[in-house]
């Protein structure tokens, strides 16, 4: 490193280590002789002084140079010269053994120890306007690199805000900015939204609610214990509702002012992001963590537990089950996703309810190992058709661990899927689950499909033409003898035929389909066919 062209330690101030690295002062062969410990004190400013009483000049954070020469002779002197060095807060003492002294006196020294100053020695002759010229330099420059970086904050938070960013946006942008994981948690220790820097969702949130509880909160910016969290108060129409918490990085140094720059405008682009994006922010959270559990887009099934343990879902001992409530195009509004909230808090079962897609609400329930799961079920059916009468309320199955959640989300949309509108309610529930679905709605979610659309043309298309062609009913005809299960007589009668022309009719179809109606391989495949040509018909 030239000593004219100092580089300035990435941002921070130059510690009292750090000046002494430079060659312009490492010449002078330094010598730490008290004050080991203490080396990582910024220095703030470089100090030359010949008086007796230099603390007089100091506003703290100064190196302080001297030749020796206006040492007291006394030891009491030298006591007093110390302790106002202290006091004022000066980062170290370097002092030259060059014209007076030759070895540090004994006083310095003791006085130096006991007062847990940096006392240094410089063995050959330095030039001192030079050490000042090189460091302030140094401060200079790092103060400059330092008003930049702020300015590259502010201007960052304002563009996130102009463009009516989100919380989760401002949150990534605080992560990013700061190179640590930043937490936003609501006024009852939730965690709303983490962005790991460094780290896992795992590490950040384990045991998150006890560890946030014992961190207490402060009215600004401020590190506190136990474990040197950096957090901010954020606030809401003048109120507090929650806080940022900005974690340390176990191998990095600590929080400089960049860090409580990027966490003051995290808290005031939160703040206006309040404003704009009026859905509680509560039910963001725990549609985000419901969308990643469904979709299994987890880092790892810690993750996944550690993130949702955080939103206040029990995941030790619980079992899991997903219910999907589709309410439809027309169901705007977070109406129906607060009063299942509510209905949910009333009933005492913790769960995570959230918008997975447009008009269709996702909840997982957290259930005790005893706990039966469809009194609660029926509960949330009922408050959802008491809002919605057409809503489809679909249950999947119960899992044991969190992870296999998707399967359960997976199970209760398939069920959705097969649920026509206007599908009658079980006689006894008003949801619906796996069993209830028949061959029938198996082939309504499969109505898509082209390759269900092709095998019904391939089946009945010959005598769909035949009907079209001649104005005559023969589908009609095949349908009453394959409800009757092949039942010459019962078909005859629910078509109001006699039994010559039944026949007569029958024997149309098997020509027409070149197929026997004997075979009941054969009117099973009928049957599928003439469902699903009912189903595409919604008839």
Known sequence: MNENHPTAPAGRAPTVADVLALPVL????????????????????????????????????????????????????????????TEVGAAALVIELVRRYHRPPDALVQACRARGLPLVTLARDVNFLEVTQVVHALILGNQADAMRRTQRVHEAFTALTLRGAGPEDVVRAAAEMSGRTVVLENLVHQAL????????????????????????????????????????????????????????????PGFGPEHVTVLERTAMALTVARLI??????????????????????????????????LGLPTRDSRFLAILVDLGAGAAGSEPESRLHGELRSAGVPALVGELSPGRL??????????PWRPVAERLSRTALSLVPEAIVSAGSEVAE???????????????????????????????????IDLRRLLYALREDTRVQDYTERRLGRLIDHDTRHGTDLLTTLGHYLDAAGNKTTAARRGGLSRETMYQRL?????????????????????VALTALRVLRVE
């Open 277 to 310: 994006h009026a859905t509680p922010w509560e039910h963001t959270a725990h549609r985000n963590a419901l969308r990643e559990l469904a979709e299994q887009r987890h880092h790892s099934p810690e993750d996944a537990r550690a993130r949702c343990a955080a």
């Open 193 to 252: 939204i983490c962005e790991p820097s460094g780290s896992t969702v795992e590490e950040s949130l384990t045991d998150w609610e006890q560890r946030s509880r014992a961190t207490a909160p402060g009215g600004h910016a401020e590190v506190g214990a136990p474990e040197g969290w950096l957090t901010a108060p954020v606030s809401y129409q003048g109120e507090r509702w929650g806080r940022l918490a900005m974690l340390p990085s176990p191998e990095g």
């Open 507 to 527: 024997r149309t179809i098997e020509r027409l389909l070149d197929t026997d109606l004997e075979s009941g391989e054969r009117r099973t495949e009928l049957h």
């Open 362 to 371: 996702g909840v997982l329930l957290a259930l005790r190992p005893s706990q």
């Open 26 to 85: 490492a010449a002078g062969q330094p010598q730490v002789v008290t004050g080991l410990a203490q080396l990582d004190r910024p220095v703030r400013w470089v100090h030359i002084t010949e008086l007796t009483d230099p603390a007089s000049f100091l506003k703290g954070g100064e190196l302080v140079l001297t030749t020796g020469m206006p040492l007291p002779e006394d030891a009491a002197g030298v006591r007093r010269y110390v302790d106002e060095l």
């Open 402 to 436: 969190l992870a296999d959640t998707a399967r359960s989300f997976r199970e209760a949309a398939r069920v959705t899927e097969a649920t026509p509108p206007g599908q009658p309610l079980p006689a006894d529930r008003s949801f619906h689950e796996l069993p209830d």
